[in-house]
């Protein structure tokens, strides 16, 4: 079955640090393009960051220089490590896979079930 | 980076066909794709490219796509579509894949 279980959420000081995992079962993280998408309390999706098939990685400008998404291949599993937290990080964080179907097509196609990040003191 | 324009809410009759839009300049270049959400609940994947639908999302879904706007269509919307419902497409520039959702839409049916 293909799959992504996230874990590593909490409460975290600010100005602290977690880092968050996504498993996959399924299909291998490494010749994908997966990402992480955040939702604050009562708000909607924000995309955070992807990590190409090739390494290359990408992040949004609110999270440039304190996020780094990276993957181990043995494992299948993908990494978010979260430096310098701040309350405005608090948010539901998904790992989701993200298929590009050509043709100017593309589309996240399997989701985790998420892990909340709570950021205050 | 460009930013995706969508309805905060719509309603529907129980039955009835509803649209929900999208408004962007990406969506010009790029496709958008159609995300459900319920409450407490992961997004899913509903629409992507021209007007297509994963394995088990039912046929009353369609999409479809005219200059800056893209819409998702419920044709005969049943109660369990009341959901939130997000667009996303790729930024303008194209190099960061899946960078920009809209602000979502909640539907509501009546």
């Known amino acids: 079955e293909v799959q992504l279980v996230e874990s590593g959420g909490g409460l975290v000081q600010p100005g602290g640090s977690l880092r968050l995992s996504c498993a996959a079962s399924?299909?291998?993280?490494?010749?994908?393009?997966m990402s992480w998408v955040r939702q604050a309390p009562g708000k909607g999706l924000e995309w955070v960051s992807v990590?190409?098939?090739?390494?290359?990685?990408y992040y949004a400008d609110s999270v440039k220089g304190r996020f780094t998404i990276s993957r181990h291949n043995s494992k299948n599993t993908l990494y978010l490590q979260m430096n310098s937290l701040r309350a405005e990080d608090t948010a539901v964080y998904y790992c989701?896979?993200?298929?590009?179907?050509?043709?100017?097509?593309?589309?996240?196609?399997?989701w985790g079930q998420g892990t909340m990040v709570t950021v205050s003191s | 980076s460009s930013e995706l324009t969508q309805d905060p809410a719509v309603s529907v009759a129980l039955g009835q066909t509803v649209r929900i839009t999208c408004q962007g300049d990406?969506?010009?270049?790029?496709?958008a794709s159609w995300y459900q959400q319920k409450p407490g609940q992961a997004p899913v994947l509903v629409i992507y490219?021209?007007?297509n639908r994963p394995s088990g999302i039912p046929d009353r879904f369609s999409g479809s796509s005219s200059g800056n706007t893209a819409s998702l269509t419920i044709t005969g919307a049943q109660a369990e579509d009341e959901a939130d419902y997000y667009c996303?497409?790729?930024?303008?520039?194209?190099?960061?894949?899946?960078?920009?959702f809209g602000g979502g839409t909640k539907l509501t049916v009546l």
């Open positions: 989701a896979r993200f298929a590009d179907y050509g043709n100017t097509a593309d589309a996240f196609d399997i």
């Open positions: 399924g299909f291998t993280v490494s010749s994908n393009y």
């Open positions: 990590i190409y098939s090739g390494g290359s990685t």
């Open positions: 990406s969506l010009r270049s790029y496709y």
């Open positions: 490219g021209k007007n």
């Open positions: 996303n497409s790729r930024d303008s520039s194209g190099n960061h894949l899946g960078g920009v």
